[in-house]
T-cell receptor
């Protein structure tokens, strides 16, 4: 299967700890996106990359959040000093460059902060 | 700012009857529009997309949607519901002037009664 892969599937951490998630996009896609989804809500945009360049960040992305895509392939999302409000499903998606290219989503990483 | 509104948070239909899930978008610029489906504990799957070609778009599993510029709507329909259609459905808008960001509606939960 050459879809979008996210690891880990689940992460439980204690408040104040740092966590890092990984996303491997579809190999020929040069755009990569991070979204966050809480129960009963649609996914909320966090940030996106075109190749290795981070082109947009949402105001939702506080200073505790950082994302990287160092070689334009896989990406990591790190949350420092986690808070209970960070508990959510973190979704990664990739797409081609065309404006009409749909997003292809991974299965997400579910974060629980205790 | 781009936005999308799903007019119904829950829709319940009987198996074999038509499905209508309503979506309106804000009218700035020329949008690309998408419908995604999310089954419980599954990833988001693309149902169909509108990208300024034909206004009636056919997707997977018998779903289709019609782009109506005058009404700024992109409603999702299916002639006959199947039990397996029960899921969460998201309408998504992307404007070509900001191609990196796709905005999701809050979702519509479709229940199919036997």
């Amino acid at each position: 299967d050459t879809g979008v892969s996210q690891n880990p599937r689940h992460k439980i951490t204690k408040r104040g700890q740092n966590v890092t998630f990984r996303c491997d996009p579809i190999s020929e896609h040069n755009r990569l996106y991070w979204y966050r989804q809480t129960l009963g809500q649609g996914p909320e945009f966090l940030t996106y990359f075109q190749n290795e360049a981070q082109l947009e960040k949402s105001r939702l992305l506080s200073d505790r959040f950082s994302a990287e895509r160092p070689k334009g392939s896989f990406s990591t999302l790190e949350i420092q000093r986690t808070e209970q409000g960070d508990s959510a499903m973190y979704l990664c998606a990739s797409s081609g460059t065309g404006d009409e290219s749909p997003l292809h989503f991974g299965n997400g990483t579910r974060l629980t902060v205790t | 700012a781009q936005s999308v509104t799903q007019l119904d948070s829950h829709v319940s239909v009987s198996e074999g009857t038509p499905v209508l899930l309503r979506c309106n978008y804000s009218s700035s610029y020329s949008p690309s529009l998408f419908w995604y489906v999310q089954h419980p504990n599954k990833g988001l799957q693309l149902l169909l997309k509108y990208t300024s070609a034909a206004t009636l778009v056919k997707g997977i599993n018998g779903f289709e949607a019609e782009f109506k510029k005058s009404e700024t709507s992109f409603h999702l329909t299916k002639p006959s519901a199947h039990m397996s259609d029960a899921a969460e459905y998201f309408c998504v808008v992307r404007y070509n002037t900001n191609a990196g960001k796709s905005t999701f509606g809050d979702g519509t939960t479709l229940t199919v009664k036997p």
